[in-house]
């Protein structure tokens, strides 16, 4: 018996020999002896199975999750690209008047006609009586004893303005005015764009430049108009101009004929709305094509403002205290018809920049003396902004988006008194 059983075990033996003998390659091509055994394949079938079923589960759940995020991204990016259009409605301001202005400038018909221009409202501001014309053009020499109870009255109307007394806050002796790093930390904003020097900018010399007017009692002298008339503020009142960078316009407008005297015209024609929507694409296009005829109409007109309100990011408000008011601050934006990357503009001339950097810095010196918390700075950007239009053409803005009505109107007493300054004289 053990016999039969050894010779059955040499049997086996040889037989497996042959079969491993026989079947090498194949086993070599597998890689691997158990995938020969058929119980072997079958389980690693099954967990092939098993596998692909959960992996397609994954991949579905991936495909879901991925579907929701593009999804939120195409939300994101949408809401971004609102974002700045509404950025570029509401002008932060710089980048779009540029655009404004370049296309201002360009050789573009604009579709204002000679007629149409005569239907622009104007608004002439006139004083109450000859006699107070008289008053007011002769209170600074007329003796006090000769002083009437009506003359009297007259002079409490012009405000503390007539009282306020220097109170600079910063040297401003001739030689440190002289250097040229001093004046632009305390007095110039230099947009990165363009470009100025030293010699540009020689305080003397443009401290220096004779810029009084002589009052006139029959025409106008001073335009004030707004480029952008619908400029509003945090507090305003929907449909309601008074409460609009226009009603601002207003305000200043009496202020300068009621308490000072001068002959002013106020502009109130919106050149920013095309079709009752707002477009300012050629709100400088308009408002040229409508001041050109008039300044040659009206010669006397020799101080041209266009009044505007800034834009600002919503957490900084730009408000001091004068006179016991909360009052926006200003700040004066000069075009020098210069960028880096193109030199002087060609297609942009402004005869009269040297004359437009005299009319602000003579304004700021004003401010920086008697009002020091009121001025920002004076801009100085690389195109044009219609100041080529007179020597004395000015640029203002007053407050911005955040401030409230009554701010921006509080700082025009401030701003006619450094106006009335300048114009007498007084640098």
């Not at 700082?411 to 300054?421: E, G, K, S, Y």
Request: proline letters at 5%; charged letters at 30%.
């Amino acid at each position: 018996m053990a016999r039969f059983r050894k010779t059955l075990y040499l049997i086996v033996e040889g037989c497996v020999l042959v079969t491993l003998s026989v079947t090498a390659g194949v086993l070599v091509l597998h890689e691997n002896v158990f995938r020969q055994l058929p119980l072997y394949c079958f389980l690693e079938e099954k967990a092939q199975e098993r596998s692909v079923g959960q992996d397609r589960e994954t991949y579905e759940k991936l495909m879901e999750s991925n579907a929701r995020y593009l999804g939120r991204m195409v939300v994101d990016e949408n809401k971004e690209v609102g974002s700045k259009e509404t950025d570029r409605e509401t002008e932060d301001k710089q980048s779009e008047r540029e655009e404004d202005v370049e296309k201002d400038e360009r050789p573009e018909k604009p579709t204002i006609t000679p007629t149409e221009k005569t239907e622009i409202t104007v608004t002439p501001i006139t004083q109450n009586t000859e006699e107070q014309k008289v008053k007011n053009a002769d209170k600074q020499t007329e003796p006090e004893e000769n002083l009437t109870e009506e003359s009297t009255g007259e002079e409490e109307v012009t405000t503390a303005a007539a009282q306020v007394q220097p109170m600079p806050e910063i040297d401003l002796a001739p030689e440190r005015l002289a250097d040229y790093d001093y004046l632009m930390n305390h007095f110039f904003i230099l947009d990165p764009n363009t470009e100025t020097s030293a010699q540009q900018l020689n305080a003397a010399a443009l401290l220096g430049e004779d810029l009084t007017l002589r009052k006139e009692k029959a025409e106008p002298q001073i335009l004030i108009y707004h480029s952008h008339s619908q400029e509003t503020f945090a507090d305003s009142r929907e449909g309601k101009t008074e409460d609009t960078i226009v009603g601002v316009g207003d305000y200043l407008a009496q202020l300068l004929t009621e308490n000072y005297g001068y002959q002013v015209m106020h502009v109130t024609e919106a050149f920013d709305l095309a079709g009752g929507e707002l477009d300012r694409s050629k709100a400088y296009d308009y408002a040229r094509a409508w001041l050109e005829p008039v300044l040659e109409e009206k010669p006397s007109i020799q101080i041209l403002i266009d009044l505007h309100r800034d834009g600002v990011p919503e957490d900084r408000h730009l408000v001091t205290e004068i006179n016991g008011k909360p009052t926006a601050q200003i700040m004066f934006y000069n075009g020098l018809s210069h960028t880096i990357n193109s030199g002087d503009l060609s297609y942009l001339p402004n005869p009269y920049i040297q004359d437009n950097l005299a009319f602000s810095f003579q304004l700021e010196y004003q401010a920086a003396l008697y009002y020091p918390e009121l001025y920002r700075g004076i801009y100085l950007a690389g195109l044009r902004y219609n100041l080529h239009l007179r020597p004395r053409a000015l640029l203002l803005e007053a407050g911005a988006q955040t401030n409230t009505v009554q701010e921006v109107k509080n700082a025009m007493d401030p701003f006619a008194d450094i106006l009335n300054r300048v114009l007498q004289g007084e640098n």
